[in-house]
């Protein structure tokens, strides 16, 4: 009797911790198909650019779309009263509010006199009759089985992302490991105090004289001729070895071609940052100065040391990118845009008053304009919305209009208050247009094409036909009567005729 009695104890306690079990593991399904669910586009992104992109540039749209997610969860169960369910009704939310812009644009394509709105609340009213037959048809333990299956796809996506990414990830951490513990070797070779100072003004995407004239119909010979009228020596046929950015800076400061556009854009950010140039000059008792985007070559901007994060060449962080893609795209702000504005701006000014510096200085800027996005008509006057837009040629050709006017203060301003200095004035490439509209509006040979003028002291020199990487072995020559040979330029044949 004792026994039958304490087994009737027993049971039901059994019982209870059996449900409990059962229903912790039930609700740790269900929040854990949110966070997969609201978290994945964003890893992602992430994972698709994790040798440029820190983790830390997604940690804030991480908290506030998988907050969003349990958000929706907590208020659709306080509603239907069914974990599972209304873990699956979230997870269609959040994929409809994340994802929102690709709909749009698919929808557009089609019908393309539907505005945001229309769609918006079409896609919700769709969205609303899915929920009433989630609710009202679907049994439990099918709804227990699609939450398994969220799960499955959603965290086996983020594995396997995170999977391929891994080499990627572990590539950058080593290269930055070995940059943090690289040491400039010890100056002063040459214990020369009154070397002349050196000006190396990099504006991306700057075109050549010949390219504007044949694609945008524009005669920018004048600006070349009042440089040869003050001491510049003008290259009209100079081209470079690619059209990425990243490729042929690093092997700018590099001063060879060590890097190719194939390489992981860690490996360049390693040898652009930890390069022979800026150890040349070091010895050479150089101080090294750095204008506008030049945390790409490890310096700091000498106009504002403020900690930025990682953006693509247009001024968009990760985040901007994320943001952009949701339901808000209509209404978000790129405030990088207007702040890229500005810190170009910053930088001109700067540069109109660098010359204040006593010798030894190398100043090194790199000046993301002409490039995209269009922030400036050609008198300056900024745009209400920074512009992207390649079809309509008034909007490049007014911002390197506006910037060629920058450029002359700028060399006028260093030459009055600095004669006796070395300004070098390139452009990495000319127009592209390739990460948008037109991805065949330049020929490839044509977009390889740079702007090269220097001015040595206001002497002779022949650059003529020279690349960025053979000017600058060329300028050390002359500077300190080294011995640098001119290298040939790389050509990739697979390249040609399409980009």
Not at 119 to 138: A, T
Not at 239 to 251: L, Q, R
Not at 273 to 294: C, H, P, T
Not at 305 to 323: F, H, L, Q, W
Request: net charge neutral.
């Amino acid at each position: 009797m004792l026994l039958s009695k304490s087994n009737q104890t027993i049971e039901p306690n059994g019982k209870n911790i059996v449900s409990l079990k059962y229903g912790f593991t039930h609700w740790l399904k269900a929040i854990l198909s949110i966070i997969a669910v609201s978290s994945y586009p964003i890893l992602f992104l992430y994972f698709q650019n994790s040798d440029e992109a820190s983790f830390a540039d997604v940690i804030v749209p991480l908290i506030i779309f998988i907050g969003a997610g349990v958000m929706i969860f907590l208020i659709s169960y306080i509603i239907i009263k069914c974990v599972s369910k209304a873990a699956i009704i979230s997870s269609l939310f959040m994929l409809l509010l994340m994802n929102y812009s690709f709909l749009e644009r698919g929808v557009r394509t089609i019908f393309p006199g539907l505005y945001y709105w229309h769609i918006f609340l079409i896609c919700l009213f769709i969205l609303g009759h899915i929920v009433w037959f989630i609710y009202k048809k679907v049994n439990k333990d099918i709804a227990n089985l699609c939450i398994l299956i969220i799960n499955i796809v959603f965290c086996g996506l983020i594995l396997l992302n995170g999977l391929i990414a891994t080499p990627k990830i572990v590539n950058k951490i080593s290269f930055e490991k070995q940059l943090k513990e690289q040491k400039v070797e010890e100056k002063i070779l040459i214990k020369d105090d009154d070397m002349p100072n050196i000006y190396y003004l990099i504006f991306d995407e700057y075109s050549s004289i010949d390219f504007i004239k044949k694609y945008y119909n524009y005669d920018n010979s004048a600006f070349a001729d009042n440089l040869e009228k003050i001491g510049f020596n003008v290259s009209y046929t100079s081209h470079n070895e690619s059209t990425n950015t990243a490729t042929i800076t690093a092997n700018l400061v590099n001063l060879d071609y060590i890097v190719k556009d194939k390489m992981p854009a860690s490996e360049k950010d390693f040898y652009r940052k930890n390069n022979f140039l800026f150890n040349y000059l070091a010895k050479r008792n150089y101080e090294i100065v750095g204008v506008g985007d030049v945390k790409f070559y490890g310096l700091n901007n000498a106009v504002s040391t403020e900690k930025v994060s990682s953006k693509t060449i247009d001024g968009k962080t990760i985040a901007d990118i994320i943001y952009e893609r949701t339901f808000i795209s209509p209404f978000y702000k790129n405030y990088s845009y207007t702040k890229g504005a500005q810190e170009i701006l910053d930088a001109l000014e700067y540069l109109k008053g660098v010359a204040n510096y006593s010798k030894n200085t190398f100043v090194l800027s790199h000046i993301v304009c002409p490039h995209a996005p269009f922030y400036f008509k050609s008198n300056g006057v900024p745009y209400k919305n920074p512009m992207e837009i390649w079809k309509d040629n008034n909007y490049y050709l007014g911002q390197y209009i506006f910037i060629t006017s920058q450029i002359v203060e700028i060399v006028d301003s260093i030459i009055t208050n600095d004669p006796e200095c070395v300004i070098i004035v390139q452009s990495d490439h000319s127009a592209r247009a390739d990460s948008y509209e037109n991805l065949n509006k330049f020929e490839l040979k044509d977009k390889k094409s740079i702007f090269n003028a220097v001015y040595f002291k206001g002497e002779k020199i022949d650059i003529e036909g020279l690349s960025g990487v053979n000017t600058l072995r060329c300028l050390l020559n002359e500077l300190f009567n080294d011995d640098f040979e001119m290298l040939e330029v790389p050509i990739d044949n697979s390249k040609l005729g399409k980009e």
